[in-house]
Nanobody, 118 residues
């Protein structure tokens, strides 16, 4: 089992910044990728950014490129999402997701609310 706990959400004005954290525990050696997803009211959950635990390669959705940065700590058990130049349309619940092997599975955190006021 892999457990994911997100933190760092909150209320911020447009143009501001927040940093989200996702702390993984359990059988973390099984994790291939950790990603951040978001879901706004009435919309589908969408990928924001992801990072490989093997080589640190990253992937971003077009709508956050140049504004958000995903990173990990050296132990590869905590992943961060630095969000700059936030816009009201970034308002959503942000979820951490782990893609694991042995066997293949996916785990989700409980989510953290990000609200950007105009």
């Amino acid at each position: 089992q892999v457990q994911l706990v997100e933190s760092g959400g909150g209320l911020v004005q447009a143009g501001g910044s927040l940093r989200l954290s996702c702390a993984a525990s359990g059988t973390t050696f099984r994790i291939n990728y950790i990603g951040w997803y978001r879901q706004a009211p009435g919309k589908q959950r969408e990928l924001v950014a992801a990072i490989s635990t093997a080589d640190g390669s990253t992937n971003y959705a077009d709508f956050v490129k140049g504004r958000f940065t995903i990173s990990r700590d050296n132990a590869k058990t905590t992943v961060y999402l630095q969000m700059n130049s936030l816009k009201p349309e970034d308002t959503a619940v942000y979820y951490c997701n782990a893609q694991v092997r042995l066997p293949l599975a996916a785990y989700w955190g409980q989510g953290t609310q990000v609200t950007v006021s105009s």
